[in-house]
Every structure is written in structure tokens, then in C-alpha cells.
């Protein structure tokens, strides 16, 4: 079964955010509090942690490209 990796709100009027970099690629696998991947707002960098221990099965937004706040950004296994 898949989990989804969805885009957290890091600032109070953030509403979207890039991905700059992928820290894991698919296949990796993750412990709870690594970091996954970069975000960019107008106002911070910010590394995105992991929410659980798993593996990355697929990446929805690569990078360059903006997601919406809890929008779905990747899919990974326990």
C-alpha cells in the first residue's frame, strides 16, 4: 500500500511552494525526521523531513516546479 508525501504549510501565508532539489530519489529508502527534499517559498529554504520510516516509490512534482500546500508531491511504502 502507498502513503503520500504531501506539501506542508511552512509559513502562515504560504500557499505554494518549489521543489528545488530531491534529496532521495526513487527506490531509496528513509528513516522518520530525514530529510526528503527542498522546498523554496518568497521568504525561506526549508527542508522537508520524512513523516515515517519508508521507501520513495514515486515522485509527483519533480523538481522546478511549484506544488500547492497539501498537495501530493510523492508516494512512498513503510
Not at 505554494?16 to 522518520?32: C, M, N, P, S, Y
Not at 512534482?61 to 497539501?70: F, M, R, T, W, Y
Amino acid at each position: 500500500m502507498s502513503l503520500e508525501i504531501t506539501m506542508p504549510r511552512v509559513g502562515t501565508n504560504m500557499e505554494e511552494a518549489t521543489i528545488l532539489r530531491w534529496i532521495k530519489v526513487v527506490g531509496d529508502r528513509f528513516a522518520q525526521g530525514e530529510p526528503l527534499y527542498e522546498i523554496e517559498t518568497d521568504k525561506v529554504t526549508y527542508e522537508v523531513e520524512a513523516p515515517a520510516n519508508g521507501q520513495l516509490l514515486e515522485i509527483r512534482v519533480p523538481e522546478g516546479e511549484n506544488a500547492q500546500v497539501g498537495q501530493v508531491v510523492a508516494l512512498y511504502s513503510e
